[in-house]
């Protein structure tokens, strides 16, 4: 039914759940799982030689979050006994970077988590999952956090 699966990770426990939810998929339907996890290459505007360095900086804490926040995603999908793929994607829109991602790699499902921000976190922060629910031409299955 699916055959190529893209999972978003962040590194937070719902895109961990998420992955979760991709793993038996992929089990039920023999699917590839790539992780992906989109670095926004510009999240603050500056000027003159300290925004240089602060960019490679960032840009340097940023891949190394990217590529713990996968090797979590691998180790995790390992366990199961499954093989998966694995990129840091470059973009400034995290939504458009998930979205031209799968449409790129031949993806047939997005599977990722929704932290589930309302009021002003959600108007402040916005909406990666509805963002991608709305642009994505593939099914998206959309995990959210647990209630304790």
């Given at each position: 039914?699916?055959?190529?699966?893209l999972?978003?990770?962040d590194?937070?426990?719902?895109?961990?759940?998420?992955?979760?939810?991709?793993?038996?998929?992929?089990?039920?339907?023999?699917?590839?799982?790539?992780?992906?996890?989109?670095?926004?290459?510009?999240?603050?505007?500056?000027?003159?030689?300290?925004?240089?360095?602060?960019?490679?900086?960032?840009l340097?804490?940023?891949?190394?979050?990217?590529?713990?926040?996968?090797?979590?995603?691998?180790?995790?999908?390992?366990?199961?006994g499954?093989?998966s793929?694995?990129?840091?994607?470059?973009?400034?829109?995290?939504?458009?970077?998930?979205?031209?991602?799968?449409?790129?790699?031949?993806?047939?499902?997005?599977?990722?988590?929704?932290?589930?921000?309302?009021?002003?976190?959600?108007?402040?922060?916005?909406?990666?999952?509805?963002?991608?629910?709305?642009?994505?031409?593939?099914?998206?299955?959309?995990?959210?956090?647990?209630?304790?």
């Amino acid at each position: 039914m699916f055959n190529h699966i893209l999972v978003p990770i962040d590194g937070s426990e719902t895109s961990m759940l998420a992955v979760s939810k991709a793993s038996g998929l992929a089990l039920a339907f023999g699917s590839r799982i790539t992780l992906i996890h989109v670095i926004d290459n510009y999240p603050f505007i500056g000027v003159g030689a300290d925004y240089a360095l602060g960019q490679n900086e960032y840009l340097a804490a940023a891949t190394a979050s990217a590529n713990t926040a996968l090797a979590r995603g691998v180790a995790a999908l390992a366990a199961e006994g499954l093989h998966s793929d694995q990129r840091v994607i470059d973009g400034h829109v995290v939504h458009e970077g998930i979205v031209d991602t799968a449409k790129a790699l031949g993806c047939d499902l997005i599977v990722m988590g929704s932290h589930g921000r309302t009021g002003i976190e959600k108007l402040l922060l916005g909406s990666v999952t509805q963002r991608v629910l709305q642009e994505a031409p593939m099914p998206v299955l959309v995990v959210k956090e647990l209630e304790v």
